[in-house]
């Protein structure tokens, strides 16, 4: 079940809010998470906490009395909204068009949290609503707001407005709030983190009967290395009266006396060579049976380990142990507690340009960028550009499958392989283009040097200036 802020629970919080912060000054702001938000506003007998959340299940604003602490390295947004809006006085909180999105607002700068669910996300603008940056890459594909471009308010839907919990009129709206989602996210954290200490152990486990298995087989072909040697003497006695079906039965003398044994064999080897093979698994298993027996020991003792760990986190019900517990078997577990800092956007090792109407267009700046853009990220559906006459950069417009680009993307991107070129500004000039999969490598040419097939053509003007007219994204 998921805990997201309705809208009734946000209005409850702007319209308490409105009386408390607007007016305070911004002293103070924190990240302790991917994805959270921390704003230390100065009031006028003391300091309070604004707290935005997009976490997932959780999507929350309200005030609280204290914050949780910084990792040890910021996060990029955090020192974007250090960066425009400390010392920044708050002159006004609201929620727009009754939906799920909050504007916070400076003399110079606002701040969007749109807690939408999954697409939830928080926007740094200034006072014309041109996006600074966001926490996290905009995830929604029918309203792509990148940095650079103005903010819109996302689409409204219909949703249910039940709020997540009820609140006696006269309380405390931001203290209630506070109160129950640090419960509802305590258990929750302790229940996934105990899942995944209990997932990872019981894998361990499963693992190291895996390896018993084939330890218990090892055992009883070491103990049984004297049998090894009475094959290996039999069949270098060369005393063989048949041989069938991989079976050689030979008579074998002893200090006994006589007797008739049967030795399994292979029948590709020589008798010799069988006789050489089993007095060499009479010298590995003689020296590790002592070494097989330690080792089946060893993991006993530590299956038994898991077996303990095992009952003892499903009886514990403290997340201060469970993360000490985390912390002694390692990363494992696949838990994680939000503050690792995977980028938020993903870096290429090319230029990437977006237009909206067109999409995303990718150019290498060398040759060795174009080799990685053309043989190692565009797929082979994707579109491929390159000027004709002159050296320049291979231009990729992503294709999604099944669909035909439009005439104002392919142009777009031609526009861009020539202005990325060596052409002189205002030449009119010819593009190539074709699909990524009928562009090979010139055998014995330069880094980048390329080979056409099934190319078509298009005459465009240079624009030197026209990459400026786009956003580039890296």
Avoid at 57 to 75: H, V
Avoid at 266 to 281: C, P, T, V, W
Avoid at 344 to 367: C, K, N, Q, T, W
């Amino acid at each position: 079940m998921g805990y997201n802020f309705s809208i009734t629970d946000i209005k409850r919080v702007v319209d308490e809010g409105r009386g408390i912060i607007v007016g305070g000054r911004i002293q103070g702001i924190f990240q302790p998470q991917k994805d959270e938000v921390y704003l230390e506003i100065f009031l006028r007998n003391n300091t309070k906490f604004l707290l935005i959340s997009i976490e997932n299940g959780f999507n929350r604003i309200y005030l609280c009395d204290s914050k949780k602490e910084n990792p040890q390295n910021p996060f990029s947004f955090q020192m974007l909204l250090r960066k425009y809006l400390f010392n920044s006085c708050i002159t006004s909180i609201e929620q727009l068009n009754d939906d799920r999105v909050i504007r916070i607002s400076t003399p110079e700068f606002n701040l969007y949290a749109e807690l939408t669910g999954r697409h939830a996300n928080i926007f740094l603008t200034d006072n014309n609503d041109k996006i600074l940056g966001s926490i996290r890459e905009n995830r929604s594909q029918k309203r792509p707001l990148f940095t650079g471009m103005r903010y819109v308010p996302p689409f409204r839907v219909s949703l249910s407005d039940k709020p997540v919990i009820e609140i006696p009129e006269g309380s405390e709206v931001s203290k209630f709030y506070e109160e129950f989602y640090n419960k509802i996210i305590y258990n929750h954290r302790l229940d996934t983190l105990k899942r995944g200490l209990v997932n990872h152990l019981k894998r361990k486990r499963v693992h190291i009967d895996s390896i018993l298995m084939k330890v218990a087989i090892d055992r009883e072909k070491a103990e049984r290395f004297s049998e090894y040697l009475r094959y290996a003497e039999a069949l270098k006695q060369n005393l063989i009266l048949k041989k069938e079906k991989g079976i050689a039965i030979c008579e074998y003398y002893t200090e006994a006396g006589k007797e008739i044994i049967s030795v399994p064999i292979d029948e590709r080897l020589s008798i010799s060579e069988n006789a050489q093979r089993y007095f060499n698994l009479y010298k590995k298993y003689k020296n590790s049976l002592n070494l097989i027996i330690r080792r089946e020991e060893e993991l006993k003792s530590r299956r038994d380990e898991i077996t303990k760990d095992l009952e003892e986190i499903n009886n514990c019900n403290d997340l201060k142990r469970l993360e000490v517990f985390s912390e002694k078997i390692g990363s494992g577990a696949g838990v994680t507690d939000g503050t690792d800092q995977k980028k938020d956007v993903r870096e290429f090792p090319f230029a990437v340009f977006f237009l909206e109407g067109v999409g995303r267009i990718y150019s290498g700046s060398d040759s060795d960028e174009n080799e990685i853009l053309t043989f190692k990220y565009a797929r082979g559906n994707d579109l491929w550009f390159h000027i004709i006459g002159y050296s320049g950069s291979h231009v990729v417009l992503p294709v999604v499958k099944d669909k035909v680009p439009s005439e104002r993307q392919i142009v777009t991107a031609a526009l861009l392989a020539a202005a990325r070129s060596s052409a002189p500004d205002g030449e009119t000039v010819e593009v190539a283009y074709t699909r990524v999969k009928y562009v090979r490598k010139a055998k014995g040419g330069e880094k980048g040097a390329v080979i056409l097939s099934k190319e078509k053509r298009l005459f465009v003007k240079v624009d030197k200036k026209f990459p400026h007219t786009l956003i580039r994204l890296s």
